[in-house]
């Protein structure tokens, strides 16, 4: 099954495909560093742990046992997406990466905690307003 894609065609809708696909490009940056001095390396590790625990937490989210329970799945989401934005922010700034090089990842980490943010305000409103 083909999932639904923005209006640039890119990008999955559904946020636990986006949330995979961004983790998936998260391994290969980190892949590429495996060669790389011990800076780089410890970044990346650092990395890799927040940036696959962002889709991690999503798909978590979806069995959530309570409304409660899946406002603090997306909480921690957030806060992962927010510490992966700053290692490559990190990665970018010591010249490790080049800023070509993650400029995408950063933009797309920006955009996935703007959504984040709205799935738990929406969902905070809607158990307001039970």
Same mark, same amino acid.
């Given at each position: 099954?083909?999932?639904?894609?923005?209006?640039?065609?890119?990008?999955?809708?559904?946020?636990?495909?986006?949330?995979?696909?961004?983790?998936? #490009?998260?391994?290969?940056?980190? +892949?590429? /560093?495996?060669?790389?001095?011990?800076?780089?390396?410890?970044?990346?590790?650092? %990395? !890799?742990?927040?940036?696959?625990?962002?889709?991690?937490?999503?798909?978590?989210?979806?069995?959530?046992?309570?409304?409660?329970?899946?406002?603090?799945?997306?909480?921690?989401?957030?806060?992962?997406?927010? #510490?992966?934005?700053?290692?490559? +922010?990190? /990665?970018?700034?010591?010249?490790?990466?080049?800023?070509?090089?993650?400029?995408? %990842? !950063?933009?797309?980490?920006?955009?996935?905690?703007?959504?984040?943010?709205?799935?738990?305000?929406?969902?905070?409103?809607?158990?307001?307003?039970?």
């Amino acid at each position: 099954m083909q999932r639904a894609k923005d209006k640039a065609g890119s990008k999955p809708r559904d946020i636990c495909e986006r949330t995979f696909s961004f983790a998936v #490009e998260i391994v290969t940056l980190c +892949r590429s /560093l495996e060669q790389a001095d011990s800076a780089a390396c410890a970044l990346a590790r650092q %990395l !890799i742990r927040s940036g696959t625990s962002i889709g991690a937490n999503v798909e978590e989210a979806q069995g959530g046992q309570s409304r409660a329970d899946f406002i603090s799945k997306y909480a921690i989401a957030r806060k992962e997406a927010r #510490e992966t934005h700053y290692w490559l +922010r990190l /990665l970018a700034a010591t010249g490790i990466v080049t800023d070509n090089a993650v400029s995408t %990842l !950063i933009q797309e980490c920006n955009e996935l905690i703007a959504i984040l943010t709205a799935i738990i305000k929406n969902t905070q409103a809607n158990r307001s307003s039970q």
